[in-house]
């Protein structure tokens, strides 16, 4: 069965500081993977996602994730992050069986950055 | 806002009675998906429809849980004889893609926070 491994469930950053969460998933086949990001009191919001090509992936809010194969991982970077970047975090993977997009989540890591 | 709408936004009910959440998927999504989501977890997937037709059903959609889409457009989740367990926010989630079309992208309602007493 499929399954999405995060690392680290808390994180505490001051602004400026670099980011890096870690994001490993199980599966064997082709997989699309995404990042979402949960804001206080907001819905889910897509970060980025990775289908396909480059596998340094750039999403809004100067959000990256590489896509490492042999690694099976995703994670996701922001060379600087700020006060306005708390919130949790979501990695998600989904597979072709099926034929849609049924997304595994990680069980998230909630980042606060101090000011 | 024409983003996925859920109603209610809260709902605190008494173990035993039935409840029922409803989903408005963005306009001309085709695809409609019920997650669950209890705290310090991400959310779990519940069931998807493809329009009306229900194509999957998670193990942990119990007998109690029923989930419809009638005529393709918004969804409800039923909840029979609440049990404390069941408390967690629902979450529902749209998406456009054609047939077996997997490179989509899933747009998140606010979710229903069930809490059962």
């Known amino acids: 069965a499929q399954s999405v491994s995060q690392h680290n469930h808390h994180v505490i950053l001051s602004e400026a500081a670099s980011l890096e969460l870690g994001c490993n998933y199980s599966?064997?086949?082709?997989?699309?993977l995404f990042w979402y990001v949960q804001y206080p009191g907001q819905h889910l919001q897509l970060l980025l996602k990775?289908?396909?090509?480059?596998?340094l992936v750039k999403g809004i809010k100067g959000f990256e994730a590489e896509f490492i194969k042999s690694k099976f991982s995703f994670n996701l970077r922001k060379p600087s992050v700020q006060w306005s970047d708390t919130a949790e975090y979501f990695c998600?993977?989904?597979?072709?069986?099926?034929?849609?997009?049924?997304?595994?989540f990680g069980a998230g890591t909630r980042l606060a950055v101090h000011p | 806002d024409t983003g996925v709408s859920q109603d209610p936004r809260h709902k605190i009910t008494k173990r035993g009675q039935n409840v029922t959440f409803r989903c408005d998927p963005i306009s001309e999504h085709n695809r409609l998906y019920w997650y669950r989501q209890t705290l310090g977890q991400g959310p779990e997937f519940l069931t998807y429809?493809?329009?009306?037709?229900?194509?999957?059903k998670s193990r942990l959609l119990s007998d109690r849980f029923s989930a419809e889409r009638p005529k393709g457009s918004f969804s409800t989740l039923e909840i029979q004889r609440t049990e404390q367990g069941d408390s967690a926010m629902y979450l529902c989630?749209?998406?456009?893609?054609?047939?077996?079309?997997?490179?989509?992208?899933?747009?998140f309602g606010q979710g229903t926070r069930l809490t059962v007493v």
């Open positions: 429809f493809q329009n009306e037709a229900q194509l999957e």
């Open positions: 989630a749209s998406s456009f893609g054609k047939r077996r079309e997997v490179n989509t992208e899933a747009f």
């Open positions: 599966y064997g086949g082709t997989v699309n």
């Open positions: 990775y289908f396909s090509g480059d596998p």
């Open positions: 998600a993977v989904s597979s072709f069986s099926g034929g849609y997009n049924k997304l595994i």
